[in-house]
């Protein structure tokens, strides 16, 4: 696959390989997975090709069967075949058997959660160190380390090109499109989100539109911690007969197994002094690009400050696309870590910090994000009150930026592009 550009799930995946029987590659449609996994396959079963589906239908177990690593893709379109490989791996431990990739996850799970014997792995659209604008110069994993490492490195990636990425979307396939075909591409892939994912996710949908419209209320929560309640509320507006909460709620859970929807959720350590802490999700769809598309800006509306919030209060849309963009690179880096992504908020809102890094141990990384190139004390005024609430246990505070330097302030916070931060 000449064309393949390696990704930062491709060392996870190797690594895993080593040690583990089965692997169950999972994420949006389009992010890659299918290319993924084959390089590594020894034997193909590709289940949304309609011939080998309806074999599989009738004979579950011939999925097993192939030189290693077996490639079921899209497995969720026949469930069983999952206890087939559960069994198959009850039988043979050895590494390396069968890779397992799917666009959903069934309605329902399988007879057995495959706990032990299947190991999911998340692939995210491309973060923006696997776009190849520039060299990263500053390692997650080194400030994870807590060896709080000089920063250094320059970027040209200024906020016109920022722009431009948050547009282009993250998926392989658009990469490189002229902008009126990547616009209607992703135009095409929301209606198909629409029209037949969710439908072939087990959820009837009565009124399409209905759906389109909290899609696009849920885009213009983006980095927010809106309630529910009120995405409801924004997109039945005008509305004399608005749908029922609980007909709502299938529709955020027929978006989250098709991961459309990615939020990021609320941190609540195990050990902590903190008190008063939110629970809310941060709204985040899989690509800042899909929220651009549902909410009808291009390059030129975001740099002019347009584009629907739910709220003024909520800020410009390109600050929540920009955090969006952080938060898909961060997440893709923090998981090849084997660290885990929160935010967190304090009830009311007094302390927000926007993203927590957190190590199995509890120690973190703590982020903050800012669509601009310089920083000042107010922008860093939460990092500060969390280390002096947390101590040692503060790993590194950064602040991601859309600048031309790495560096570190006097007061010992990074400040770092997001074009120079990498694995």
């Given at each position: 696959?000449?064309?393949y550009?390696?990704?930062v799930?491709d060392?996870?995946?190797?690594?895993?390989?080593?040690?583990?029987?089965?692997?169950?590659?999972?994420?949006?449609?389009?992010?890659?997975?299918?290319?993924?996994?084959?390089?590594?396959?020894g034997?193909?079963?590709?289940?949304?090709?309609?011939?080998?589906?309806?074999?599989?239908?009738?004979?579950?177990?011939r999925?097993?069967?192939?030189?290693?690593?077996?490639?079921?893709?899209e497995?969720q379109?026949?469930?069983?075949?999952?206890?087939?490989?559960?069994?198959?791996?009850?039988?043979?431990?050895?590494?390396?058997r069968?890779?397992?990739?799917?666009?959903?996850?069934?309605?329902?799970?399988?007879?057995?959660?495959?706990?032990?014997?299947?190991?999911?792995?998340?692939?995210?659209?491309?973060?923006?160190c696997?776009?190849?604008?520039?060299?990263?110069?500053?390692?997650?994993?080194?400030l994870?380390?807590?060896?709080?490492?000089?920063?250094?490195?320059?970027?040209?990636?200024?906020?016109?090109?920022?722009?431009?990425?948050?547009?282009?979307?993250?998926?392989?396939?658009?990469r490189?499109?002229?902008?009126r075909?990547?616009?209607?591409?992703?135009?095409?892939?929301?209606?198909?989100?629409?029209?037949?994912?969710?439908?072939?996710?087990?959820?009837?949908l009565?009124?399409?539109?209905?759906?389109?419209?909290?899609?696009?209320?849920?885009?213009?929560?983006?980095?927010t911690?809106?309630?529910?309640?009120?995405?409801?509320?924004?997109?039945?507006?005008?509305?004399?007969?608005?749908p029922?909460?609980?007909?709502?709620?299938?529709?955020?859970?027929?978006?989250?197994?098709?991961w459309?929807?990615?939020?990021?959720?609320?941190?609540?350590?195990?050990?902590?002094?903190?008190?008063?802490l939110?629970?809310?999700?941060?709204?985040?769809?899989?690509?800042?690009?899909?929220v651009?598309?549902?909410?009808?800006?291009?390059?030129?509306?975001?740099?002019?400050?347009?584009g629907?919030?739910?709220?003024?209060?909520?800020?410009v849309l390109?600050?929540?696309?920009?955090?969006?963009?952080?938060?898909?690179?961060?997440?893709?880096?923090?998981?090849?870590?084997?660290?885990?992504?929160?935010?967190?908020r304090?009830?009311?809102?007094?302390r927000?910090v926007?993203?927590?890094?957190?190590?199995?141990?509890?120690?973190?990384l703590?982020?903050?994000?800012?669509?601009?190139?310089?920083?000042?004390?107010t922008?860093?005024?939460?990092?500060?009150?969390?280390r002096?609430?947390?101590?040692?246990?503060?790993?590194?505070?950064?602040?991601?930026?859309?600048?031309?330097?790495?560096?570190?302030?006097?007061?010992g916070?990074g400040?770092?592009?997001l074009?120079?931060?990498?694995?």
């Open positions: 696959m000449p064309d550009r390696r990704r799930v060392s996870e995946l190797d690594e895993l390989l080593t040690g583990l029987p089965a692997i169950a590659l999972e994420g949006p449609k389009g992010v890659g997975k299918t290319a993924t996994a084959a390089l590594r396959a034997t193909q079963h590709r289940l949304d090709d309609p011939g080998i589906a309806a074999i599989m239908a009738a004979d579950p177990s999925a097993t069967s192939g030189t290693a690593p077996v490639l079921i893709d497995w379109r026949i469930p069983t075949v999952w206890d087939f490989v559960r069994r198959a791996v009850d039988e043979d431990p050895s590494p390396g069968f890779l397992m990739t799917g666009s959903a996850a069934p309605d329902g799970p399988p007879t057995h959660s495959g706990a032990g014997r299947i190991v999911r792995l998340r692939m995210r659209p491309l973060a923006l696997e776009r190849g604008l520039v060299e990263p110069t500053v390692p997650l994993s080194e994870l380390a807590g060896r709080r490492p000089a920063l250094g490195g320059r970027s040209d990636v200024d906020l016109e090109a920022y722009v431009d990425e948050i547009v282009a979307s993250g998926l392989p396939g658009l490189g499109l002229p902008a075909a990547s616009r209607a591409a992703l135009d095409g892939y929301l209606e198909r989100v629409v029209d037949r994912d969710i439908p072939e996710s087990g959820v009837e009565r009124r399409p539109a209905t759906l389109r419209r909290w899609l696009t209320a849920y885009a213009a929560a983006t980095a911690t809106t309630s529910w309640e009120r995405i409801r509320a924004a997109a039945t507006a005008g509305e004399e007969e608005k029922a909460r609980s007909t709502t709620i299938p529709y955020r859970e027929a978006l989250e197994r098709i459309i929807l990615d939020p990021v959720e609320a941190w609540h350590p195990s050990r902590s002094r903190l008190r008063r939110g629970s809310a999700p941060r709204h985040h769809l899989a690509d800042p690009a899909f651009a598309r549902l909410l009808g800006v291009d390059r030129d509306a975001l740099l002019r400050g347009e629907e919030r739910l709220s003024a209060s909520d800020g390109l600050g929540a696309l920009f955090e969006s963009l952080v938060t898909l690179s961060v997440r893709v880096l923090a998981q090849a870590a084997e660290a885990r992504t929160a935010h967190l304090l009830h009311g809102g007094q927000e926007d993203l927590i890094v957190e190590r199995g141990d509890g120690a973190v703590a982020i903050e994000v800012k669509l601009a190139a310089t920083v000042d004390d922008d860093v005024r939460h990092l500060r009150w969390l002096d609430e947390l101590g040692d246990r503060v790993l590194d505070t950064l602040v991601i930026t859309t600048g031309p330097a790495a560096y570190r302030r006097q007061d916070i400040v770092v592009p074009a120079l931060l990498g694995p």
